[in-house]
């Protein structure tokens, strides 16, 4: 049982399963790690103007393309970098996301 009282009535199934995930076993959680926090930041500036349920289901896309959220890996991504993530469709696709998620990364 999920302590969130909405995720019993979502469908279909595969809704409720990763709503329940993350709300269980990551919102509302401290980290203490700089690159889970950071990666925390990615997810939050690509759902700006889209629903949190279409991050979570490009999450995992989203640590492939940015280096398992590495901080000092991301810092040092190049041009071509830019090309790619812009080109990868398992992440939100929008220059100026790509770039914040690349400058903050560089400024951390």
């Known amino acids: 049982m999920s302590y969130c009282s909405a ?9 409720k399963v990763l709503h ?6 990551h919102y509302g959680f401290p980290i203490h790690d700089d690159n ?6 990615i997810l939050e500036i690509n759902q700006a103007g ?3 349920e279409t991050i979570l289901k490009k999450e ?16 040092s991504f190049t041009e071509a970098d830019r090309e790619r993530l812009l080109q990868d469709t398992g992440i939100i696709r929008n220059k100026l996301k790509v770039n914040a998620a690349i ?6």
């Open 36 to 41: 889970e926090l950071f990666g925390r930041l």
């Open 60 to 75: 995992e896309g989203f640590r492939k393309a940015y280096a398992n959220f590495d901080i000092n890996k991301v810092a």
């Open 7 to 15: 995720i019993p009535n979502m469908q279909p199934e595969e809704r």
């Open 50 to 52: 889209l629903s949190w």
């Open 103 to 108: 400058e903050n990364a560089k400024t951390i």
């Open 20 to 25: 329940k995930n993350y709300h269980d076993n």
